[in-house]
């Protein structure tokens, strides 16, 4: 029998999520690292939209998105320092020291055990939706991503644009099943709520670039980061001034 489209869905992501990872084991390069993150993300989003508790995203898995995060946001910082090449290599320099004390071969053994364990759960138990239900789950998450996002009044704390950044990348991701699984056609509810997750997304990553540059320049005093930390701190301010956006309904 043919599993279910939301089988395959997951069974895609988890299985390309396994790929990258074994990628970034060997070449250590961002990219690979992020698109694991993105594949892990997208079964986390699924299962929290579509599925009931039995298939609830192992613990082990979201601690193996956790762990990943300084991770990523050191790269995304130092993807960021093109013209700063002095600070941007001095941060190169303890990129595998992150690595090494995060990612312990033991650890990536487990993540991937892990892994091969939620595989074989979904394929053994092939889970279905009702087409109708699961169109209404994804458009009434989405309802409640506007209704916080109209609610922003421009004075909020970066934590809470960033659990909206999260409720929008699940929206995003539920549409993205919907659209290449023909349940619903989604491509600019698609487009927009990744726009909305990437300008809510601007705000958190530089709150993460100015933590780190902070602790760098308490660490390295003979570095001179005085200008460039005062520069993200303005630029900071002006993304949380404009992260409303455009409201766009159901």
Known sequence: MKPTPLTQYLLYQLYHG???FQEFRKDRHPASLHAFRIAMRKVRSISKLLLDESFAFPEFLKEGIKVTNDLRELDVLIGSLEKYPKIRKELML?????LEE??????CEALLQNLDATY?????NDPAIFREIAVQKVLTHYQHCLDELNALTGDEKPKDLHKLRIMFKDARYGFEFLNVSDLHPSAELIDYCKTMQERLGHVQDYVNQLEWLTSFATENPALDLSELIAKRKKKL???????????RSV
């Open 18 to 20: 396994r790929i990258k």
């Open 94 to 98: 303890i990129r595998p020291k992150q």
């Open 102 to 107: 995060r990612l312990s071969e033991l650890f």
């Open 120 to 124: 074989t759960l979904i394929y053994e």
């Open 237 to 247: 301010k002006k993304l949380k001034e404009s992260a409303k956006g455009t409201i």
